[in-house]
Antibody, heavy 117, light 110 residues
Framework: QVQLVESGGDSVMPGGSLRLSCAASGFRFSDYYMSWIRQAPGKGLEWVSSISPTSTYTNYADTVKGRFTISRDNAKNSLYLQMNILRAEDTAVYYC??????????WGQGTLVTVSS | QSALTQPASVSGSPGQSITISCTGTSSDVGAHNYVSWYQQFPGKAPTLMIYDVTNRPSGVSNRFSASKSGNTASLTISGLQTEDEADYYCCSKTSSSTYVFGSGTKVTVL
């Protein structure tokens, strides 16, 4: 069965950096778009970024463009999100999700990122 | 990109039908047939309920159905059950190939 396991969430100071990882299993990772979606505490869902199967295409929400970078390693069945210049408003649970061409059909359990001084 | 507009809450009695609306613009909901719906229980990850406007993934009850007209999409839950009490989010691909989620609707079974 499809399994997505996020890691790397932590508490960081404003202006800091963090790298999230997502380990995928149970499907041919290299065939799928992958995405990051976040949810601030008590708030709704916000799409963050998506990447195509061979990394040819990437896309970002305006709120993170220029600060976050999505990448993947198909040999390691892994998805990443490099987050720089973190702000308080980036505080959220970050979900790794399979998909990004039209919908998101499987989600991980999420990893919490807290940005606070 | 502003969030798609959903009612904050919808309620119904067991066995009734309820409909959740999701209103966007010609740049998102009206631009594509890439509208999806997600169910989320407290403290849990969302799960896909509907994709490409009307399609149900395998394993999703046929009590869930959806449609779209112009810039507004809708999710209907028929034969409401207590287990349907959750938050529901719509999502649309945009004309810029980004995604926008709805503001979310809390469904309460009375």
């Amino acid at each position: 069965q499809v399994q997505l396991v996020e890691s790397g969430g932590d508490s960081v100071m404003p202006g800091g950096s963090l790298r999230l990882s997502c380990a995928a299993s149970g499907f041919r990772f290299s065939d799928y778009y992958m995405s990051w979606i976040r949810q601030a505490p008590g708030k709704g869902l916000e799409w963050v970024s998506s990447i195509s199967p061979t990394s040819t295409y990437t896309n970002y929400a305006d709120t993170v463009k220029g600060r976050f970078t999505i990448s993947r390693d198909n040999a390691k069945n892994s998805l990443y999100l490099q987050m720089n210049i973190l702000r308080a408003e980036d505080t959220a649970v970050y979900y790794c999700a399979r998909g990004g061409h039209s919908h998101f059909d499987n989600w991980g359990q999420g990893t919490l990122v807290t940005v606070s001084s | 990109q502003s969030a798609l507009t959903q009612p904050a809450s919808v309620s119904g009695s067991p066995g009734q039908s309820i409909t959740i609306s999701c209103t966007g613009t010609s740049s998102d909901v009206g631009a594509h047939n890439y509208v999806s719906w997600y169910q989320q229980f407290p403290g849990k990850a969302p799960t896909l309920m509907i994709y490409d406007v009307t399609n149900r993934p395998s394993g999703v009850s046929n009590r869930f159905s959806a449609s779209k007209s112009g810039n507004t999409a809708s999710l209907t839950i028929s034969g409401l059950q207590t287990e349907d009490e959750a938050d529901y989010y719509c999502c649309s691909k945009t004309s810029s190939s980004t995604y926008v989620f709805g503001s979310g609707t809390k469904v309460t079974v009375l």
